[in-house]
Structure formats: structure tokens, C-alpha cells
């Protein structure tokens, strides 16, 4: 009799073993799914995000073709520095290595890390060509400063011209932005400006020109 209950409690409590160790592997699984999902959606919001940037570099292009075909010519000297508040930068112009999907991007202008709300001036006297949403930029303002040179101002948070406004070196043209789900922030998780220097559409270092 003894035998047998020891044998009953032996059974038992291999069962239990083993719908412990079933529910533990399900756990996991469901882990690992979940993991797999978000790696996902991650992996799509970059390709996408990398596509947006293309899109937004053709329609770039492509407003600075139309400003050049009819802009005055002329270059400006030094230029201005955009945010009054901050003379620093927090990302510089560069090519770097996408840490996940491997190829190799451009950051096309400086980041200067200034609070929201902060007041950003044009950099040049010059034609504002574009004032509105652009993708992953955010509120942008493009402004064409006659002859080969262009600037533009990213993930803004608000605008003081508009497109076809005639604006002068220091002059306010907009407030900074950046801050993750407020509007016109687009690609950007805090509070910066995104600052691009262009000659004929072709980003270059901003640090050569301040």
C-alpha cells in the first residue's frame, strides 16, 4: 500500500514538474515572440524613416532647383548663428554607420541643442522657399540665400515667415522644436535644432560657414 501511494505521489509530482516546465517554455515563447514583433516594427520604422529620407532629399532638390532658376546671384559672407541662446552643438555634420541596419548615412546638417520655444534667426538675408511639414524634418523653414547657397531650419515647433518672405540675417523666422510627439517634430526625440548649409542643393559642414 505504502508503495503504491509513493508511486501515486511520485506521478504527481512529475506531472507537476512537467506542466511547470510546459508553462515555462510558453512563457518564453511568448517572450521571444513579442521580442521578435518589436524588433519588427523597429526594423520597418527605420527602412521607413531611411525612405522618407530620400523623398525628403528629391523635394529638397528640387525647390532649390526652382529658387536657383530664378534667384538673384550673389553669396553671402560668414553667417549668422542661428539660435541666440545656445553656441553650441550636440551632433555634427557627418557620415556615420546606422548602428542596426548597417549602411552608412549622412547627417546632413548640426544639431544645436536649444530649448523648445527658443527663438531661431535666418542665418542670411535671403527668399524663404519653404515654410510647412516636411516628414521626418518636422516643421521646416528653406531659405535660399541668392546664388549658390541655402539654409534650412528643422524640427521646429512654430514659424514667424512664411514661404516668399524676404528675411534678413538675425531676423526671426521661427521657434524651436523637436520634442517627441508634439507637432513638428518629426524624426526627433528632444528638443533641438536640426541647422543644414547646402550649396546648389549639396549639404555641407555649417561649421565651415559660421
Do not use: C
Request: charged share 20%; no cysteine.
Amino acid at each position: 500500500h505504502n508503495t503504491l501511494v509513493s508511486k501515486r505521489d511520485g506521478g504527481v509530482q512529475v506531472k507537476a514538474q512537467q506542466e511547470k516546465q510546459k508553462t515555462e517554455l510558453q512563457s518564453q515563447e511568448a517572450e521571444y515572440e513579442s521580442k521578435l514583433k518589436k524588433n519588427q516594427e523597429l526594423l520597418d520604422d527605420l527602412w521607413q524613416e531611411m525612405r522618407d529620407k530620400q523623398a525628403e532629399e528629391q523635394q529638397i532638390r528640387e525647390l532649390i532647383r526652382k529658387a536657383q532658376a530664378k534667384s538673384r546671384s550673389g553669396q553671402p559672407s560668414a553667417l549668422v548663428w542661428p539660435t541666440p541662446s545656445v553656441h553650441t552643438i550636440s551632433s555634427k555634420f557627418g557620415y556615420r554607420v546606422h548602428p542596426i541596419l548597417g549602411y552608412t548615412r549622412l547627417h546632413t546638417g548640426i544639431d544645436m541643442p536649444v530649448s523648445m520655444g527658443s527663438q531661431v534667426v535666418s542665418a542670411a538675408s535671403g527668399e524663404v522657399i519653404y515654410s510647412g511639414y516636411m516628414g521626418g524634418y518636422g516643421y521646416t523653414i528653406i531659405i535660399a540665400q541668392g546664388g549658390a547657397m541655402q539654409t534650412l531650419y528643422a524640427h521646429l515647433s512654430g514659424f514667424a515667415v512664411r514661404a516668399g518672405a524676404e528675411v534678413q540675417a538675425g531676423q526671426t523666422i521661427a521657434y524651436s522644436g523637436g520634442a517627441k510627439g508634439h507637432p513638428g517634430a518629426g524624426y526627433s526625440t528632444g528638443p533641438h535644432l536640426h541647422f543644414e548649409v547646402r550649396i546648389n542643393g549639396q549639404p555641407e559642414d555649417p561649421l565651415n560657414y559660421l
